[in-house]
Nanobody
């Protein structure tokens, strides 16, 4: 059974940092990513990474967030720095996209989400 379990969310002040982790079990995934969804907004790609380390980031997080993975442990991380109130959202781990990384409907597996709240 495939599972993606996110940890590391929480409440942080603007300018602070958080690190999210996503532990995958049941399968090894060549492509994994992080999405986020704020209230009344669409789910959007934050960052994605391949087994080989190729990455892609949303323009809004470039230079502040870093995605990485430990292939041996089957864990993907999202290190977030210089957090802003507009980064507040539920962050979801996703795996195994069939098409575009940008389309959430193309990803086959999802975690339950972890809340990130950035106070001003």
């Amino acid at each position: 059974q495939v599972r993606l379990v996110e940890t590391g969310g929480g409440l942080v002040q603007a300018g602070g940092s958080l690190r999210l982790s996503c532990a995958a079990s049941g399968m090894m995934f060549s492509e994994m990513g992080w999405y986020r969804q704020a209230p009344v907004k669409q789910r959007e790609l934050v960052a994605a990474i391949t087994t080989g380390g190729s990455t892609n980031y949303a323009d809004s997080v470039k230079g502040r967030f870093t995605i990485s993975r430990d292939n041996a442990k089957n864990i993907v991380y999202l290190q977030m720095h210089s957090l802003k109130p507009e980064d507040s959202a539920v962050y979801y781990c996703a795996a195994d996209p069939e098409g575009s990384w940008l389309d959430p409907t193309d990803w086959n597996y999802w975690g339950q989400g972890t809340q990130v709240t950035v106070s001003s």
